[in-house]
């Protein structure tokens, strides 16, 4: 006869009870370990990091709401289980009080710990612009202005048109009226003397302009110290002159150099209203959404909307070392600047007739108006 223990039932029951209660709340537990699973997954896929700090499956349940940072139906912050098994019923909480002296302490505090950053940007800031030197304004020596200018023909031959990944070549447009000043054929150029890639435009247009005309008064300065590829060299046309029988060149270094740190420039040659016009119309015409600098507007047909090539090709070297370093062909300084030159010749032939004939027959010359569709 099998004896039945009193209570053995509700005992099983109870076990069975507990039993299926520890088996879902193991469920709830392993989501709750990874929090968040599938939301994290879609945050993955949109490249957002989770916040610091916070589970990947969002926030925590706060005030007893149940949230993806703790699991559903067990008590938070904020609940407890009472003596007959009841939940979420809220513990009311006494809000924290601070004394009046304990503010006023932390408000001085933070008053201090503001000034203290304060001084140090401003210390830390003064010794950085005290350490960078402005960039001068001197004469162009002889020996530099003789290298720019008598670039011989074998290199121009041996440098041809270069890559584009090393020199960008400029836009074409054969369709718009000629640009004249004093019934000449005339190129145009915006500049500045802090920027950068006008510093190294400048190099290829003394050259290719030299084998049109003479220039004076070039002198030798470097762009901003504080910019984008700071200091690099150049020969500025503020102030200089141009004399030629087959072309008018009008330079505009419309800004000047920074003098105690990024953006302490002023504008130093104005446009007049038609050369803003023309620096407008065509920057809009080859797609930029404004103006800039370089530009360079060659008879209204070939133009240079921006910088030829990388002016980090120049970087660290002044400008006796650039100059002297033209007569290399296989040099990238002079791969850069000459095969710039090639092409700004061939666009400059391409308003003169092809005049003078013993610069436009050049080889190299001919290739690059080849490749320019100008031939």
Not at 45 to 69: F, I, L, N, T, Y
Not at 197 to 209: G, H, K, P, S, T
Not at 338 to 356: D, E, F, H, R
């Amino acid at each position: 006869m099998s004896v039945v223990q009193p209570g053995g039932d509700q005992r099983r029951r109870g076990q069975e009870r507990a039993q299926r209660a520890g088996t879902a709340d193991g469920r709830v537990g392993d989501r709750q370990q990874r929090p968040g699973q599938a939301a994290g997954s879609r945050a993955g896929q949109a490249r957002r990091p989770p916040v610091k700090g916070q589970p990947r499956g969002g926030a925590p349940g706060r005030g007893g709401s149940p949230g993806r940072g703790q699991p559903p139906g067990r008590p938070g912050q904020g609940q407890r289980r009472d003596g007959k098994g009841r939940r979420n019923v809220p513990v009311q909480v006494a809000p924290r009080r601070f004394s009046p002296t304990t503010i006023a302490i932390g408000s001085i505090a933070l008053v201090v710990v503001v000034v203290v950053a304060l001084v140090i940007v401003k210390v830390t800031g003064s010794t950085n612009n005290s350490n960078t030197v402005a960039p001068t304004n001197t004469a162009a020596s002889a020996t530099v202005v003789s290298a720019i200018t008598n670039v011989p023909a074998s290199v121009m031959d041996a440098v041809g048109v270069p890559s584009s990944s090393m020199v960008a070549p400029p836009s074409v447009d054969k369709h718009q009226s000629l640009l004249t000043y004093n019934g000449k054929p005339g190129a145009f150029f915006v500049g500045a003397l802090f920027c950068p890639y006008c510093a190294a435009e400048r190099w290829a247009l003394i050259v290719a302009l030299s084998k049109f005309g003479t220039f004076s008064g070039l002198r030798e300065t470097t762009s901003s110290p504080w910019d984008t590829d700071p200091s690099t060299p150049t020969v500025d046309f503020y102030g200089s002159k141009y004399t030629s029988n087959y072309v008018v060149f009008k330079p505009i270094e419309n800004e000047s150099n920074d003098t105690t740190g990024l953006g302490t420039r002023h504008q130093l040659q104005p446009l007049t209203s038609q050369e803003a016009s023309l620096d407008a119309k065509y920057s809009a015409h080859f797609g930029l959404s404004s103006e800039g600098y370089p530009f360079v507007d060659i008879g209204n047909k070939v133009f240079v909307t921006g910088p030829s090539y990388d002016p980090a090709t120049l970087a660290g070297l002044n400008q006796n070392e650039v100059a002297s370093d033209l007569k290399n062909p296989s040099s990238p300084i002079t791969q850069s600047i000459v095969g710039t030159a090639n092409y700004l010749i061939a666009g400059i032939c391409s308003v003169t007739g092809a005049q003078p004939s013993s610069v436009c027959s050049v080889t190299a010359v001919q290739q690059a108006s080849h490749a320019l569709g100008l031939s």
